[in-house]
């Protein structure tokens, strides 16, 4: 059984998470949806939670249903962190992670992108997934009034970004999750004990490249690369400035007879 005494509500507190690991409930409350209140958690109850032995579908259930308490550990980054399952019920342990499946879905209607979420039990040296907890509002003060809306990303690499939503009916009050390239979800971080606290995270650093490319051949060059704005974000970055065409430099017959390209790379230029 989970603990149903209230809870206070996460609010701004600047303390060191390399010793102190926040426990939280997240709470959804995105607007015009069916899902405001649900929380997030993790049960084994239905057959289709059961992905496999050691990882399970995430769900989000009704405020009077179940809700999963969540450990933030303090992940490889500022701004980073792991989501560790540290209550149990309905045939799922706790300790389990955070994560998302391999497999990426495209939905054209709407292009998007998605990947269902789920929690995966840690086993011997497979890496554990990180996430951004981002607050919505960059101003927040404890005594502000109503609590402060974070929304939940994925830093993995491949998903860069991509935002922790509901989407999926699993039952009459609970449905699945996922991470989605365009449609996100806010969310509320209710602390359930009063001995620790979470920071408003910084956002990560934003690194910018700059790529320059020199035509040696006889002719133009045309670039290409994937067409889908989402597939753009999570494969090479958001591109500030794309040339398709690169015309042939001047006198390049004389000069470079071997006919060839040159590809430059310049960090924060």
Request: a negative charge.
């Amino acid at each position: 059984a989970r603990p149903t005494g209230p809870s206070a509500v996460l609010a701004e507190a600047q303390v060191d998470l390399e010793h102190l690991e926040p426990i939280v409930r997240l709470r959804h409350v995105t607007s015009g949806t069916d899902q405001i209140g649900w929380y997030l958690d993790a049960q084994r109850s239905v057959a289709r939670d059961q992905r496999s032995r050691t990882s399970t579908l995430v769900s989000a259930h009704e405020p009077s249903g179940a809700a999963g308490d969540w450990c933030l550990e303090r992940g490889s980054a500022d701004g980073q962190f792991r989501l560790r399952l540290v209550s149990e019920g309905f045939s799922q342990p706790s300790g389990w992670y955070l994560d998302v499946e391999e497999d990426v879905r495209s939905d054209a209607q709407n292009e998007r992108h998605f990947c269902d979420v789920i929690v995966r039990k840690k086993t011997g040296t497979s890496p554990i997934a990180e996430w951004f907890i981002e607050p919505e509002e960059e101003e927040y003060t404890a005594d502000g009034g109503a609590p402060p809306l974070y929304q939940v990303r994925s830093a993995e690499p491949r998903l860069w970004g991509w935002s922790l939503h509901l989407c999926g009916k699993r039952t009459e009050d609970s449905c699945y999750a996922q991470v989605d390239s365009n449609f996100c979800s806010s969310w509320i971080l209710e602390m359930q004990t009063n001995l620790m606290a979470l920071p408003l995270p910084k956002k990560p650093p934003r690194r910018f490249y700059e790529v320059v490319l020199r035509n040696y051949t006889d002719r133009p060059l045309t670039l290409q690369g994937p067409c889908q704005a989402a597939l753009r974000r999570s494969v090479a970055g958001t591109f500030l400035k794309l040339h398709r065409l690169v015309p042939a430099e001047p006198g390049v017959l004389e000069a470079y007879p071997e006919k060839s390209l040159q590809l430059e790379l310049i960090e924060d230029p």
